[in-house]
């Protein structure tokens, strides 16, 4: 499973934008890239993923390098329910073969009012 | 509520005990998934099952016994567990065969094992 590389934690403001980088310098060309995050006692929530083009929904924005080896989570206006662990994964269901999400330690955001 | 439902949330069970962990989605999804996360631990995927068949067991000792009776179903058997079994235990489905497509997951079952 290819792998990606976050940073462990990053801060923000409340109501400011937040740019959250994830690379996968491995990522093959059929690899999906997924968020998700996981707010304190919860399970992961998906968030947005994409394939090569920059993606948008009421979440999140996910903005894709053009060689695919990294990727950016856009949070547009963070809010306090926004702290959570967020996790950038690769995932590719191979002849037919059931996807499989492998996560990684994500980034812990912390959000300050 | 996510649409994929685990009970019960919380469970504590001695270590001779035998318990059942439960999970249901009616989301339409043909695959699920049993996933272990201990205390500052990111997830570890247990066991996956496809169209109700196990295609996949991470190593994971005999003391786990996943059981999937169709496909809105997921059980998780457990027996003579260990105190480092406690963890939160999540559920997730998706469909089969296709990356693209998310995962969701459900609330989690807390463990103690004392």
Known sequence: DAKTTQPNSMESNEEEPVHLPCNHSTISGTDYIHWYRQLPSQGPEYVIHGLT????NRMA???IAEDRKSSTLILHRATLRDAAVYYCILSGARGGATNKLIFGTGTLLAVQP | ETG?????RHLVMGMTNKKSLKCEQHLGHNAMYWYKQSAKKPLELMFVYSLEERVENNSVPSRFSPECPNSSHLFLHLHTLQPEDSALYLCASSLHGTSNYGYTFGSGTRLTVV
């Open chain 1, 61 to 63: 924005s996910l903005a």
């Open chain 1, 53 to 56: 083009s920059n993606v948008n």
């Open chain 2, 4 to 8: 994929v439902t685990q009970t019960p």
